[in-house]
């Protein structure tokens, strides 16, 4: 499948994530964008350096700017499964408006076209590094990595993709 790319519409699909109450939750990524400003972040794992260090703080960091340009949801994906995510979000305890949600088999990853083979490293089937600006389900901006670069999916990348 060809990766997704601006003027596409958000396909749907479920992810997984844990509640406030400590339970699996299953969730439409159209439940939460249809007829909202969302922006849609990937990263190839949790507790990498590159997603923990640099491209995660920046959307937490970005956030209250964000909401400020009506942005509605802030959604992490990662091919991690639920238990994982939920562990990684708690490493950033300042927090309030990024979701982690999980992708545990890459399925939705796949229809966005957005995976990338990591087996030669022992890490399998990954998502590429990127960030998509959706509003009302359009792809506005789709800011997507070449292998394990992190130079255009970054939340100032994405804040300028919104001027």
Known sequence: MAPITVGDSLPDGTLSYFDAEDKLQQV???SL???KQVILFGVPGAFTPT???KHVPGFIEKA???KSKGINEIICISVNDPF???AWAKTYPENK???FLADGSATYTHTLGLQLDLSEKGLGTRSKRFALLVDNLKVKAANIEQGGEFTVSSADDIL???L
């Open 84 to 86: 994982v995510m939920k």
């Open 51 to 53: 997603c923990s260090l």
């Open 160 to 162: 300028k993709a919104m």
């Open 28 to 30: 439409s990524i159209h």
């Open 33 to 35: 964008a249809a007829s």
């Open 64 to 66: 209250a700017e964000f």
């Open 97 to 99: 408006d990024v979701k």
